[in-house]
């Protein structure tokens, strides 16, 4: 069943306008329809090893298939993926949370805090700079590195003002956000164990959320 999402996703990308979606309306409510029940394993899921998780309605965790086209200038009416971000606090929260991405060529899970006010952001930094033995566990930890080598979507080039700077650790403080993503094959999605595989992946990016969202949350 899976495999009608990528097939879906696929046509909506060479055929992104409004009139092909109107007549294959019922595809993408089948693709859609599957990729809810996803969500809803996964919510499931992470539920075991975070608990109020599972209080999350799975409504609130799903994102509008049409793009806002108003700023953008791509106006091509329809996203070319699904998503749905697991988050206690809601979507648009600071508080990181789960994020699990489906499009073809670049399927992902993704976790931690994206898009942190300046202040919120430098108080995560100066957690790190305090905390900094145990932010190096979780970081550093081999199995972590190996699915997560980059922490931040975009980072700054020297560290940012105000930050010592004979901190021995500057890669910690450069990130511009604190969420980091690891990839997952078209082969792992439509596999049976998908579930397992995105579980897991999310379960050992967990201490990370978690350090990140003590800060966070004090501004919540």
């Not at 070319?80 to 489906?102: A, D, L, P, Q, V």
């Amino acid at each position: 069943m899976r495999e009608k999402i990528f097939t879906f996703l696929r046509h909506i990308a060479a055929h992104n306008d409004r009139e092909w979606f109107k007549a294959h309306r019922a595809e993408y409510d089948e693709a859609r329809s599957i990729f809810e029940d996803m969500a809803q394993t996964l919510i499931n899921r992470i539920s075991a090893f975070d608990p109020e998780v599972a209080n999350v309605p799975l409504k609130s965790t799903l994102y509008r298939f049409y793009r806002d086209t108003r700023f953008s200038p791509d106006k091509s009416p329809y996203k070319r993926h699904f998503g749905t971000y697991i988050n206690t606090m809601g979507k648009k929260s600071f508080h990181g949370g789960y994020y699990f991405h489906i499009e073809p060529g670049n399927s992902m899970v993704a976790c931690g805090s994206y898009w942190l006010p300046a202040d919120v952001l430098n108080a995560v930094r100066n957690s790190i700079i305090v905390d900094i033995d145990r932010f190096r566990s979780i970081v550093e930890d081999p199995e972590f590195k190996s699915l997560y080598p980059v922490i931040g979507l975009d980072t700054l080039k020297t560290l940012p003002k105000g930050f010592p700077r004979d901190f021995p650790y500057p890669q910690y403080l450069r990130p511009k956000d604190y969420a980091t993503w690891t990839a997952m094959t078209e082969e792992e999605i439509l596999s049976d164990d998908w579930a397992d595989i995105a579980t897991y992946r999310f379960k050992v990016v967990k201490p990370l959320i978690d350090f990140i969202n003590e800060t966070v949350d004090d501004y919540l």
